[in-house]
Each structure stands twice: as C-alpha cells, then as structure tokens.
Nanobody, 126 residues
Framework: QVPLVESGGGSVQAGGSLRLSCVVS????????IAWFRQPPEKEREGVAV????????HYTDSVKGRFTISQDNAKNAVYLQMNSLKPEDTAMYYC???????????????????WGQGTQVTVSS
C-alpha cells in the first residue's frame, strides 16, 4: 500500500488559481510516477497530469495544457498540481495516484494506477 493524501481543494471563481498537494507515504516520489486525475459530477474519471520519475517528464491532458503544472518536492515526498486560469469545467473531485502506469496502459487511464488518495474537491464558479 502507498497511502496518498491530497489537500488544497476549495471554491474559486473562474480565472482563479489553486494548488493541490499530494503527500506520498510508504514510498518516495523520487522513484514513483505520480498522476493527478479528476472526476466531474456524473462523469468518468480522467487523467489530468503525470510526472514520470525515470526522466522527469510531465504530460497533460489537452484541456489543461498551459494552465496546470505538475511538480514535485522529493524532500517532502509531495507532488503538486498548480492550477491557474481555472474554468467552471475544471470543477471535479481531484485525486492523486501512484503505482503505475501498469499493464501497458496509458498514464491517463484510471486502471493504470494501483494506489489512490481520498480526493479533494475543486469547485469553480462562473
């Protein structure tokens, strides 16, 4: 098990910013791939961003490119998601995930990751 704890969610107006945090226990972020997912109300969970430990590369879903940034602080075993220029359609429960991607699945597939946090709610009003 790799416990993950998210924080930093909240309610903001469109155009605002939030920074989500994910603290990883039982492992180290320096050798783990960590992804952020979100699940809007009554919709499927989708991959938002991922940071790969092997080469430090990061990837984003198209809808957040240029607005969201994933980063990590290995000394704190934490991964962050800086979200700027937020839009109402960014409203969702946000989760961080570890233990993947596995099984040859792409990073943005929820089934690709084994461990999940409890989520933190982000609400963006227009």
């Amino acid at each position: 098990q790799v416990p993950l704890v998210e924080s930093g969610g909240g309610s903001v107006q469109a155009g605002g910013s939030l920074r989500l945090s994910c603290v990883v226990s039982g492992s180290t972020t320096s050798n783990a791939n960590i992804a952020w997912f979100r699940q809007p109300p009554e919709k499927e969970r989708e991959g938002v961003a991922v940071a790969f430990s092997r080469d430090g590369s990061t990837h984003y879903t198209d809808s957040v490119k240029g607005r969201f940034t994933i980063s990590q602080d290995n000394a704190k075993n934490a991964v962050y998601l800086q979200m700027n220029s937020l839009k109402p359609e960014d409203t969702a429960m946000y989760y961080c995930a570890a233990g993947g991607p596995r099984g040859g699945l792409p990073w943005y597939a929820p089934e690709a990751f084994a461990y999940w946090g409890q989520g933190t709610q982000v609400t963006v009003s227009s």
